[in-house]
T-cell receptor, first 113, second 111 residues
Framework: GAVVSQHPSRVICKSGTSVKIECRSL??????MFWYRQFPKQSLMLMAT?????????EQGVEKDKFLINHASLTLSTLTVTSAHPEDSSFYIC?????????FGEGSRLTVL | GDSVTQMEGPVTLSEEAFLTINCTYT??????LFWYVQYPGEGLQLLLK?????DKGSNKGFEATYRKETTSFHLEKGSVQVSDSAVYFC??????????FGTGTRLKVLA
């Protein structure tokens, strides 16, 4: 199947700094990618839909200025957590569709100290 | 709104035991239903799916039947192996792209 790769898999940062997470489709082009957030023992929650060449579509309750999404090419979407705080610590997962099936990245665990 | 409820884990079984992980859903219309599996250190992978009532999805010895009357999609396997240890997510999609996931059930299989 198609491969979606995320980087970094783990990141630790200080409060107030910004962190960028990359999501790449390795063997297919993805006009649309999705960013999820997973809290411990909770569901994956869709944060936003990343559209190549246009603005991302954010789900209700997700701060656009906090979670900046850029989808500059058909194989790369980035999520930047700006001015991170401890409550932003979480597991972030991206996904992309190829031939109707959803493929997921490995996830990125963010810890904000 | 649409939702997925699955049994809380962790589920701990001995090798060759029978597995059932319950999943029920609430959705308007006729959703497609999925089971995803996440092995340690890896991303989510599609395990099986069913797109209409009474469909049975199957893969790697796992099965789940789309039961519209009970709004359920329980995951079963007749004989689990240590390599099946993972987190299992039930999910549905009722629109063009918005997947709704359950909380995940961690399965641990002991040798």
């Amino acid at each position: 199947g198609a491969v979606v790769s995320q980087h970094p898999s783990r990141v630790i940062c200080k409060s107030g700094t910004s962190v960028k997470i990359e999501c790449r489709s390795l063997d297919f082009q993805a006009t649309t990618m999705f960013w999820y957030r997973q809290f411990p023992k909770q569901s994956l929650m869709l944060m936003a839909t990343s559209n190549e060449g246009s603005k991302a579509t954010y789900e209700q309750g997700v701060e656009k200025d906090k979670f900046l999404i850029n989808h500059a090419s058909l194989t790369l979407s980035t999520l930047t957590v700006t001015s991170a705080h401890p409550e932003d610590s979480s597991f972030y997962i991206c996904s992309a569709q190829d031939t109707g099936e959803l493929f997921f990245g490995e996830g990125s665990r963010l810890t904000v100290l | 709104g649409d939702s997925v409820t699955q049994m809380e884990g962790p589920v701990t079984l001995s090798e060759e035991a029978f597995l059932t992980i319950n999943c029920t859903y609430t959705a308007t219309g006729y959703p497609s239903l999925f089971w995803y599996v996440q092995y340690p250190g890896e991303g989510l992978q599609l395990l099986l799916k069913a797109t209409k009532a009474d469909d049975k999805g199957s893969n790697k010895g796992f099965e789940a039947t789309y039961r519209k009357e009970t709004t359920s999609f329980h995951l079963e396997k007749g004989s689990v192996q240590v390599s099946d240890s993972a987190v299992y997510f039930c999910a549905l999609i009722a629109g063009t792209y918005k997947y709704i996931f359950g909380t995940g059930t961690r399965l641990k299989v002991l040798a």
